[in-house]
């Protein structure tokens, strides 16, 4: 990726970017291909000349065939999903070392265009969950061309080395060749937006490849580029081998820097042909863990621990990416801090797809994510339980294609206030307590099992509880379109909003609330005005998500 700062001017209604970099391009090319734009720490991912929200959609990893497509896109209506997350695997394109075979991408292509979808490419090569399954027989079945890494004892592990350069070469080739079918066929249409290279990168069970290269490379000084971007965590040399530097981290951190260059490699050869952004995702590891590896995650992954190091080497690749099956509302809301840096843009291209990860939809959104993307939507005949739902039909889709089908109508809109610093988000807590966001001059409540009418201090000795809300499932995304002015949308939550700041000991009221949406031109339509008992008790959010446009006033 190149090194370009933009920013971000409006004027009499027009967007315009002005770039700061001698590499920037002129604004005509660079309108040609989606990119990725930097402002104060924020980011938008440019689509068609506008920033763009990916209401995002992963399918399992088997249904990157022709055939198996009729299973991916019911799935996709029925999620109002306006991008599909699907893999290329090697093994698929070049069956047959040098001969390439594309058939599949170009149905892909044409029937996302049909479907009215845009495409985020998953590039299964080298390594797909650290394993090299998705790569050819001729490449996974010659470990002499194609060496795997190796224990202290010399043992092969199932992982293929990152030093291995026949396969780097061999997949860079093939990588190469896909980006250049890609430029032939989609330059124009800018069907696909993304491109994901490798997935889930690093070793589990092996911290290291203790190969005969590897080793060699261990022993030499850190590279300054790695030393100028990631401090150690423990006072030794400033400079010097990987060992004297970093002690324990040090097998970790040159596994990062080992599979980084690689990956490095792989991106820069891609984008010199068509220069679409690309990014990596890596299974976690513990958000609040900062010990040295103890075979607990995958090493070498880009964990965030580790971001600075694929920053340093990997240029090329546009950030780095959390996928996330732990449920826990503390563990996920540090993940996203750890990863939404005002280097790194927060992306999450991969989430369990299970009913109590749908109130995160809101939390993603609402910090100005460009993308989201439950996994495992298709209606094929598998399940990924206990990671993800046990369902398989429109059940497990249902409750995501309910708050797409609120933001997709405004989903520009979306992108471009959070490209603006205006939005928020909130998801229920295991805890189940009310939680405050502090916007410009106000301050938002929002609680949980409510019940539409009423306070709580009201009924006492009420037992019931509002219907559906056994386990958290709450959540509300916030966007302050003006300085009074808010869309709101939310499920299974109240809101009240109050003054603070400059409004802070005014009175204030519900000006106007209307229920509505938007239209394709991006214009307000105004379907109902709520109020009387629909606001008393704050905006009481119930289990249907609405789209809704508050004006608040003081006197």
């Excluded at 734009?37 to 399918?59: E, S």
């Excluded at 971007?229 to 530097?245: F, Y």
């Excluded at 094929?380 to 398989?392: H, M």
């Excluded at 979306?414 to 939680?435: H, I, L, N, P």
Aim: aromatic share 12%; hydrophobic share 40%; glycine share 6%.
């Amino acid at each position: 990726m190149k090194n370009i700062t933009f920013r971000f001017l409006v004027s009499i209604g027009i967007i315009t970017l002005v770039a700061t970099s001698v590499c920037a391009k002129p604004v005509k090319a660079a309108a040609e291909l989606p990119q990725l734009l930097q402002q104060d720490g924020r980011y938008a991912l440019m689509v068609d000349g506008a920033p763009f929200v990916m209401l995002g959609a992963q399918v399992h990893n088997s249904s990157n065939y022709p055939q198996a497509l009729k299973k991916v896109w019911p799935a996709i209506k029925d999620m109002n999903a306006n991008t599909v997350e699907i893999p290329v695997a090697w093994e698929q394109i070049e069956p047959v070392e040098g001969k390439f075979d594309f058939s599949y991408v170009d149905t892909l292509l044409a029937q996302a265009r049909q479907n009215k979808v845009r495409l985020v490419l998953l590039w299964f090569g080298t390594w797909k969950n650290t394993n090299p399954q998705y790569s050819p027989a001729w490449v996974k079945l010659d470990n002499a061309r194609f060496p795997r890494m190796v224990n202290k004892d010399g043992k092969p592990s199932y992982c293929l080395s990152p030093f291995g350069e026949e396969t780097l070469k061999a997949d860079k080739k093939a990588f190469v060749a896909l980006m250049s079918h890609l430029k032939k066929i989609d330059q124009a249409h800018h069907t696909v937006i993304l491109i994901q290279v490798e997935n889930e990168v690093g070793t589990y069970g092996l911290v290291r490849d203790f190969g005969v290269k590897a080793q060699a490379a261990f022993n030499q000084p850190v590279p300054q580029l790695v030393l100028d971007h990631k401090k150690s965590l423990v006072p030794l040399a400033a400079t010097g081998t990987w060992s004297e530097v970093y002690g324990e981290y040090a097998d970790q951190y040159f596994h990062t820097y080992a599979i980084a260059t690689y990956i490095e490699e792989i991106a820069k050869a891609g984008r010199a042909v068509l220069d679409l952004p690309m990014y990596i995702n890596n299974a976690l590891r513990d958000p609040f863990d900062t010990a040295p590896w103890k075979d607990n995650f995958a090493s070498g992954g880009p964990t965030y621990d580790v971001i600075d190091i694929y920053k340093a080497i990997a240029p090329h690749i546009s950030f780095s990416a959390p996928d996330i099956y732990g449920p826990e509302s503390a563990k996920f809301t540090a993940t996203l801090d750890r990863f939404q840096r005002p280097d790194n843009p927060l992306v999450l291209p991969e989430m369990s797809n299970a009913a109590e990860y749908v109130r995160y939809t809101y939390l993603v959104l609402g910090r100005g994510a460009l993308g989201f993307a439950p996994f495992g939507i298709d209606y094929a005949d598998y399940s990924n339980f206990p990671l993800g739902s046990k369902l398989t039909d429109k059940t497990m889709v249902a409750p995501f294609g309910k708050i797409y089908a609120a933001f997709r109508p405004m989903a520009r809109q979306w992108a471009k206030w959070a490209f603006e610093g205006r939005t928020y988000g909130v998801a229920e807590s295991d805890a189940r307590t009310a939680q405050t966001i502090a916007l410009k001059n106000w301050k938002a409540t929002v609680s949980f099992r409510e019940w539409q009418f009423g306070e709580k201090a009201w009924f006492p000795n009420l037992k019931d509880l509002p219907a559906n809300t056994e386990q958290p499932n709450g959540g509300v995304a916030f966007a302050q379109t003006g300085d009074n002015e808010f869309i709101i949308v939310g499920q299974h939550a109240r809101v009240k909003i109050d003054g603070a700041a400059a409004n802070a000991g005014k009175a204030s009221l519900w000006a106007r609330v209307e229920e509505g949406h938007f239209d394709p031109s991006g214009k307000w339509v105004m379907e109902r005005v709520w109020n009387g008992d629909q606001v008393d008790y704050g905006l009481n959010l119930t289990g249907n998500p609405v789209v809704l446009k508050v004006t608040m006033g003081t006197y």
